[in-house]
């Protein structure tokens, strides 16, 4: 899950808060191969990545808990989506599983509210996305994967870091998973749905102001357990 990016003249670099991304990243993984580190080796080894750098023990349980769609301690999980417009005009899309639904609603938008946001509709400019990615394979690419499921309402394919990436329907993920690793015999990395911006709405930024207000925010907003992805249309310009 990348938060941010930050362009200049030399290099395109991604920010990644790590906190985050592996409690994203073991729901994925845990949702596609299941919750036990032993027969998920993938899991095991983000769970290995995530316990050197301090990630804490309890996270890991509640975020491999959560994969299930349940908390950590075995009640059942609602999905939550909370919309809203930072400045300078970003739009955020945050994605929630609770089991109280008012105090993450009142945990998230006190802190929209703290960094100057608005919580109001910002959806419309996204696609909701099924998002697979696949390990790669010799002798298999996007293009080939993509005439395998023209009819399963694919809204793209390509390859990033030898990896073959799908975005299809939302409620096609499934099928299109089946269909590659069937014919192809794929192997999963990760299954996410996920918000991705349209391109006529993408919004660049270059105000260091709102940049750091911006990365404050993130750094709050993940430290509720409750939130699971944050999506946005800003790609910031910091030179």
């Known amino acids: 899950m ?26 994925a993984q845990n949702s596609v191969s299941g919750p036990d580190p032993n027969t998920n080796a993938r899991l095991a080894s983000i769970i290995s990545s995530a316990k050197r750098v301090g990630f804490p023990k309890a996270s890991i349980e509640a975020a ?3 994969g299930q769609g349940i908390s950590s301690s075995k009640t059942e999980l609602e999905s939550v ?18 089991d109280n639904k008012s105090r ?21 400019l996204f696609t909701k996305a099924g998002k697979l990615v696949f390990q790669s394979k ?20 390509f390859e990033e870091e030898g990896r073959i ?7 096609e993920t499934s099928r299109v998973l089946e269909v590659l690793e069937s014919q192809f015999e794929l192997q999963i990395g990760s299954s996410d749905i996920i918000w991705t911006p349209n391109q006529d709405t993408m919004v660049t930024c270059a105000e260091e102001t709102a940049f750091q207000n911006y990365t404050h925010f993130l750094d709050e907003i993940q430290g509720v357990s409750d939130v699971q992805a944050v999506h946005t249309n800003a790609m910031w310009k910091i030179t």
Not at 3 to 25: H, N, P, Q, T, W
Not at 165 to 171: D, G
């Open 64 to 66: 491999i808990a959560r």
């Open 104 to 124: 993450t609603l009142q945990d998230v938008r006190l802190i929209i509210k703290e960094h100057d946001g608005t919580v109001t509709p910002t959806s419309y």
């Open 165 to 171: 990436v799908i975005l299809t329907e939302p409620n």
């Open 2 to 27: 990348v938060y941010f990016l930050i362009r200049d003249s030399d290099c395109i670099k991604m920010y990644v808060l790590y906190a985050g991304f592996a409690e994203l990243k073991l729901i």
């Open 138 to 157: 010799e002798g298999i690419n996007a293009e080939m994967a993509l005439e395998a499921i023209l009819d399963f309402g694919v809204i793209d394919a």
């Open 81 to 98: 989506t909370i919309e809203a417009l930072l400045p300078p005009s970003v739009a955020v899309v945050i994605d929630c599983q609770t």
